[in-house]
């Protein structure tokens, strides 16, 4: 049974560092058919990718984003870490790991719950 | 502003067929697959369709997926009420996703 869940803190104050950790089970991180992408979502908004890693450790990020994003994965912990610098209010969202799979054409197949993050001071 | 184009709203009453369209370009629809997902309220979203038409397993085929040049759409037959959701499109553009800004589906 695939399943993935994210965790983090709830609340971050502006220009602090977010930290987001995606724990994965029912697949590995090393499998070379599978990625992970963050996607994440302000409240009443639409969805945003975020950026993806891939077994390889092939990472892209969001063009806009890019400059505060890293995305990193611990094969042994079937983790994937995301962090985001300088978090602002308008980066208040609920945030989602979800795997990408080459069986379905390279789709968002799984998702997590989503962690909800919000940034105030 | 979502690189992907759909309408914020549609609705239907059930049994009907209802259409969401999605349009995008030459870097992302016109040359990658559509994928489409259905967010429930307060859910994760959820695949729907992707490489344009295909149905993961237990999606009903109520449920299909076209595609043409830069933009496609969903459609749904037979419209029922646990189909009231929000709808989103996506795809690749080279190695970055993209998504739709998302179409609330009401069913009346």
């Known amino acids: 049974q695939v399943t993935l869940k994210e965790s983090g803190p709830v609340l971050v104050k502006p220009t602090e560092t977010l930290t987001l950790t995606c724990t994965v089970s029912g697949f590995s991180l090393s499998n070379a058919r599978m990625g992970v992408s963050w996607i994440r979502q302000p409240p009443g908004k639409a969805l945003e990718w975020l950026a993806h890693i891939f077994s390889n450790d092939e990472k892209s990020y969001s063009t806009s984003l890019k400059s505060r994003l890293t995305i990193s994965k611990d094969t042994s912990k079937s983790q994937v870490v995301l962090t985001m610098t300088n978090m602002d209010p308008v980066d208040t969202a609920t945030y989602y790991c979800a795997r990408i799979s080459v069986v379905v054409a390279a789709a968002f197949d799984y998702w997590g719950q989503g962690t909800l993050v919000t940034v105030s001071s | 502003q979502s690189v992907l184009t759909q309408p914020p709203s549609a609705s239907g009453t059930p049994g009907q067929r209802v259409t969401i369209s999605c349009s995008g370009s030459s870097s992302n629809i016109g040359s990658n697959y559509v994928y489409w997902y259905q967010q429930l309220p307060g859910t994760a979203p959820k695949l729907l369709i992707y490489?344009?038409?295909q149905r993961p397993s237990g999606v009903p085929d109520r449920f299909s997926g076209s595609k043409s040049g830069t933009s496609a759409s969903l459609a749904i037959s037979g419209l029922r009420s646990e189909d009231e959701a929000d709808y989103y499109c996506a795809a690749w553009d080279d190695s970055l996703g993209v998504f739709g800004g998302g179409t609330k589906l009401t069913v009346l």
């Open positions: 490489r344009n038409n």
